[in-house]
């Protein structure tokens, strides 16, 4: 009969930790183990590619194992494939009186490896009967409590602003400091492309502002915006800005960090996954491949061509080949589509417009340079959207455009 095992959290900073073994399992323990600050010796006379990568962090010992090895060691573990060698290290652990983590036969351990997963500053780490999925399953069970805020945890609530990227619209497209941010917000200032199913599990305690910026319709004025997050936080709340994609990509995110600097208010950025590059992405279309393009641009289309506040070299931008990501830009496609070709870009670019990207009514309309007023019109494409030109979009289509 086994005793029950008594869990431990080791300290590792500095001490000298065995691996031995090069392979998988070696592969999977040594990352959290160097992060752990461990002193980290791998013994094994062969090693996976991406072990031999990490040789600046640790000690690489190219040779077969030599009881020696755990001499002055803290831990170790027995990863090798070959059940005579984990034996012989197993020994030389226990004559040291070295725990000893082995990957091939858990009961002849002196200790296990719990499947571990953290969220903010808990570590959470679950140790089953020696059964590795579901101890895996079980922690990824815990951990999505954690993350949806249903197990209670301690959030940082300290009075600032915190501006949070929401990620093109799906809400599972958000990251997991995104949903962290949120759960400890007192006040949450939301834009119409922040993924609303979020706003929806926020307890009811929680002030929602909504400034909404509707591009042919109401809109909130910016300073109304640096307003009220800063006075919030200076009367004590933990303001979220929420926004869309990444607040800093056409998201006037530094306007509102410039004001709370101004008004001494204590703020942080958590960025998002913004929509110019997932949008595409999740419609099938890479912004770059190789051999066909070695640049995408990222342009807003708020202002046409030939405007007098327009900040965008269109000449230059129609010379470069390749891809262009336009945001904003469903008014402007035809006026932009023109300035392109008139540049120098080919009438038969192809071009992919991609609307409500990652949600549920997501569409994507295919054409090209010339036909794009007519392809949108005919669509009836409207915001937001994005624009992709470009012969990335005939790579991820050659069934409309042929090989290119
Ligand atoms: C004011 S910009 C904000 C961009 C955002 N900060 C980002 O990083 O994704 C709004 C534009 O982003 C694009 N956009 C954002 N989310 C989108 C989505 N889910 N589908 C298509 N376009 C989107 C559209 O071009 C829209 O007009």
């Not at 858990?106 to 570590?123: E, F, I, L, M, Y």
């Not at 602003?161 to 599972?172: A, K, Q, R, W």
């Not at 120098?344 to 609307?355: H, K, L, W």
Request: proline fraction near 6%; charge should be negative; hydrophobic fraction near 45%.
């Amino acid at each position: 009969m086994t005793d029950q095992i008594y869990p431990a959290g080791l300290l590792l900073t500095g001490r000298k930790v065995v691996v031995v073994g090069g392979g998988n399992v070696a592969q999977r323990r040594v990352p959290a183990l160097i992060a752990a600050g461990a002193r980290v010796h791998v013994v094994s006379p062969e090693v996976t590619p991406a072990i031999e990568g990490m040789v600046d962090e640790i000690t690489l010992v190219l040779r077969g194992f030599e009881p020696a090895d755990l001499d002055e060691a803290w831990y170790v573990i027995a990863a090798t494939d070959d059940t005579a060698t984990n034996e012989a290290v197993s020994i030389a652990a226990e004559e040291r009186r070295i725990f000893c983590v082995r990957s091939d036969d858990a009961t002849k351990a002196s200790a296990w490896t719990p499947a571990v997963g953290r969220h903010g500053t808990t570590t959470v780490a679950v140790v089953g009967n020696r059964e590795p999925r579901r101890s895996a399953g079980q922690r990824d069970q815990i951990l999505h409590l954690l993350r949806e805020g249903e197990l209670d945890v301690e959030l940082d609530r300290a009075p600032g602003v915190v501006l949070v990227g929401g990620g093109p619209g799906d809400p599972e497209l958000v990251t997991i400091a995104a949903r962290h941010a949120l759960a400890s917000a007192d006040v949450v200032v939301a834009d119409r492309l922040a993924p609303r199913e979020l706003l929806d599990e926020l307890s009811p305690e929680v002030e929602l502002i909504d400034v909404a910026k509707l591009p042919r319709g109401r809109s909130a004025a910016q300073e109304f915006i640096n307003e009220v997050i800063v006075e919030r936080a200076l009367a004590g709340k933990r303001v979220v800005r929420f926004k869309g994609g990444d607040n800093f990509v056409y998201g006037r995110g530094f306007e509102e960090v410039i004001a709370c600097r101004a008004a001494g208010v204590p703020v942080t950025v958590i960025p998002g996954l913004s929509s110019s590059i997932a949008v595409p992405a999740r419609a099938g279309i890479p912004v770059t491949h190789r051999g066909v393009t070695h640049e995408f641009t990222v342009v807003s289309g708020h202002l046409p061509p030939g405007h007098p506040e327009s900040l965008v070299e269109w000449d230059a931008l129609a010379r470069l080949r390749g891809t262009i990501v336009l945001l904003m830009g469903v008014d402007n496609a035809p006026a932009i589509a023109a300035a392109l070709m008139a540049g120098g870009r080919s009438a038969d670019t192809p071009v992919a417009v991609i609307q409500d990207g990652t949600m549920p009514g997501e569409t994507k309309v295919l054409s090209t340079l010339a036909t794009l007023q007519d392809d949108m019109t005919a669509e009836g494409v409207r915001p937001p959207a994005i624009i992709v030109i470009g012969d990335v979009v005939a790579v991820a289509h050659p069934e409309r455009f042929g090989e290119r």
